[in-house]
């Protein structure tokens, strides 16, 4: 069964054999089970089976019914299950129930994303967000959660004289949180630092979003392939949550405009609300981005699915009203490629034949560095550099001399609207 170490990593592979479990409400769950069944192949578990009951709502107590409990025990019995794991996030009551009439651990959807993140995550900052999340999790289970607690890592401290052990156990857990989110706090202020570094140098953001193993990192790869950069490519594997932690790389074009790209965490549906609040810093870059590219698996039969899902994550994260190009990505995978009807922010792309990367890049250059704008700007007398680069470079249409400095009408594109912000007037 999986183990983890003090970093919350896997270090056993012995392998869980699993029974999923799903309520239907009024909506087809069945892609949400096929979904939860990858899950679950990436966190190295063997599902055996599954079972879907249809209910108005789940029982509070024991989220399937009392038949349904029963008949799923006799399943575990007969199949030799040694875990099940439920489609939907559980309370620890109902948790602690299932376990007692199950005999076997049981985790919900939450819990396994959870130990995926725990043990994909590799950076310092990524480990800690996936522990802000897991004691988020921890916290209002306290008092339900049995067996299931202590796969989360256990060991949350020791009981004091006269203490009730639920009592420290929360007091423990609230003060790792504190101390997670100073630690965090630092990782932010380096971020910070970054970006503006970025914006000093006038670099156009370019941000990769979209659902898990659409492809984000094989596109990113494919570009620094074709810059002859390939000591520079990231991890690229056909997995869920493959990477974590957010890569940045530098991408010059052949007219030699250049911008920043940032592959980051893939979304997935149900994706729990403590991860994204976890993961919010990181995904910072998303809101900060100048272009977000949406990459969507065009050979997934829902890939409308998907794309409602990503766009729910982007507009929770204030990143919604982002301009966005929307790639349908491994076009080179559907017998008869045709692309759906998403408008002039849509091309088709495949990372594997190169199909549709030149129009890609032409369509970034022209959202980053096509779409002027004129505005009215004031360069003071000490920065004579800066007039003479928008008379070469740029054409003012309005050009006079006041006594605080050299006022210009101009038409500017994204990239020197970056660099020129501090002196717009409107």
Request: proline content about 2%; glycine content about 6%.
């Amino acid at each position: 069964m999986l183990q983890f170490d003090a970093d919350n990593r896997v270090i056993s592979t012995e392998e869980y054999r699993a029974i999923l479990v799903g309520v239907q409400f009024s909506e087809d769950i069945s892609y949400s089970m096929e979904e939860l069944a990858g899950l679950s192949a990436a966190a190295g578990i063997h599902v055996l089976g599954q079972m879907v009951q249809n209910l108005d709502k789940s029982h509070p107590r024991t989220y399937v019914g009392k038949g349904k409990l029963e008949e799923l025990a006799e399943l575990c019995r007969t199949m030799e299950a040694d875990l099940v794991i439920v489609n939907d996030e559980l309370t620890g009551i109902q948790l602690r129930n299932m376990e007692e009439v199950l005999s076997v651990s049981v985790i919900d959807r939450t819990l396994l994303i959870l130990d995926i993140f725990a043990a994909r995550a590799t950076s310092k900052e990524g480990k800690l967000q996936v522990e802000m999340a897991q004691q988020q999790y921890r916290m209002p289970r306290l008092t339900g959660l049995g067996k299931s607690l202590s796969r989360l890592g256990g060991g949350i401290g020791t009981r004091g004289p006269g203490e009730k052990k639920l009592e420290t156990d929360r007091r423990h857990i609230q003060k790792r949180i504190d101390e997670i989110r100073r630690e965090m706090e630092e990782y932010r202020g380096h971020r910070k630092t970054q970006r503006a570094r970025s914006e000093r140098s006038d670099l156009p953001i370019v941000a990769l979003v979209g659902y898990t193993n659409s492809g984000k990192s094989s596109i990113m790869n494919r570009m620094l392939v074709m810059e002859d950069r390939q000591d520079k490519q990231v991890l690229e594997k056909d997995m869920l949550f493959a990477t974590l932690d957010a890569s940045r790389r530098l991408i010059t074009m052949e007219d030699r405009h250049r911008f920043l790209l940032i592959d980051t965490v893939g979304f997935v549906s149900k994706l729990p609300h403590t991860l994204v609040k976890a993961f919010r810093s990181t995904l910072e870059e998303v809101v900060e981005a100048d272009l977000l590219l949406h990459v969507v698996d065009a050979s997934f039969p829902e890939a409308d699915f998907h794309i409602d899902v990503t766009n729910k994550v982007l507009r929770e994260l204030g990143a919604g009203d982002k301009t966005k190009l929307l790639l349908f990505n491994k076009i080179d995978l559907m017998s008869e490629p045709s692309l759906p009807a998403y408008g002039k922010n849509a091309l088709a792309i495949s990372t594997k034949t190169g199909q549709g990367y030149d129009e890609l890049l032409t369509r970034i250059k022209e959202l980053l560095f096509g779409d002027s704008t004129e505005v009215d700007v004031l360069i003071p007398y000490s920065r004579g550099d800066l007039v003479s680069y928008l008379c070469t470079q740029a054409q003012p249409r309005v050009l006079t001399h006041r006594e605080d400095g050299t006022f210009l009408t101009v038409a500017l594109d994204l990239a020197d609207r970056k660099r020129f912000e501090e002196f717009i007037l409107s």
